[in-house]
C-alpha cells in the first residue's frame, strides 16, 4: 500500500459526535483515487463507477493526522480496480478500508476507452520516464541549434 496523502483533522471536519465526519472522508478518498487513477491510466478523464462496502473500523478526532493509502489491484480493458485504506499517520490505526473502488477511463467524447495499462506504474519510473524523454528533446534542440549554426556559417562564407 502506497500512502500519497495526509490530513489533518480540523473542526470543520467533524460530525456532531466530534469525529471525522465520513462524508468529509470519503471526499478525500475519492479525490486521491481519481488523481492515483489519473496518474496511472495517464489521462485526466476518469471517473468513479463502482465503490464496494466501505469498513469505518475505528473514528479520528480533531488535531488528528490521517494517511490515505491506495494502491492498483487489478487493471481491465478500460478501467482501474484500486484498493484504499486510511489510517491514523502517529498511531498506525486503521481508520477505514475500501477492498474495491473501478475507474474508468473515457476518451474525448466521454465513453469509455481502452487505456492499454497491465501494471502499476511508480513515481520513480514517471520521473524516469519524463527525464528520459527531456533529454531526448533537449538533445533534439541541441543537434537543431548546432545544425542552423553551420548553415548561418556557411551561409555568411559565401
Known amino acids: ?10 473542526p470543520e471536519d467533524l460530525n456532531p459526535n466530534g469525529t471525522l465526519f465520513g462524508g468529509s472522508l470519503l471526499r478525500w478518498i475519492d479525490e486521491e483515487a481519481a488523481i492515483y487513477a489519473i496518474s ?8 468513479t463507477k463502482f465503490m464496494s462496502e466501505i469498513n469505518f473500523v475505528s473514528s479520528a478526532r480533531q488535531g488528528d493526522i490521517i494517511e490515505l493509502g491506495i494502491t492498483a489491484t487489478h487493471f481491465g480493458r478500460t478501467s482501474i480496480t484500486l484498493r484504499a485504506e486510511v489510517r491514523n499517520k502517529i498511531t498506525r490505526t486503521s481508520i477505514l ?14 465513453e469509455p476507452a481502452p487505456h492499454g495499462r497491465t501494471q502499476i506504474r511508480y513515481a520513480d519510473e514517471l520521473f524516469e520516464a519524463h527525464r528520459r524523454d527531456s533529454d531526448k528533446a533537449s538533445v533534439g534542440s ?11 556559417i556557411e551561409d555568411a562564407a559565401h
Open 142 to 152: 541541441a543537434e537543431t541549434f548546432r545544425r542552423r549554426s553551420e548553415e548561418r
Open 97 to 110: 478500508t475500501i477492498e474495491k473502488m473501478v475507474f474508468v477511463n473515457l476518451d474525448e467524447t466521454g
Open 1 to 10: 500500500m502506497n500512502f500519497h496523502t495526509r490530513k489533518w483533522v480540523k
Open 40 to 47: 496511472q491510466l495517464d489521462n485526466q478523464r476518469v471517473v
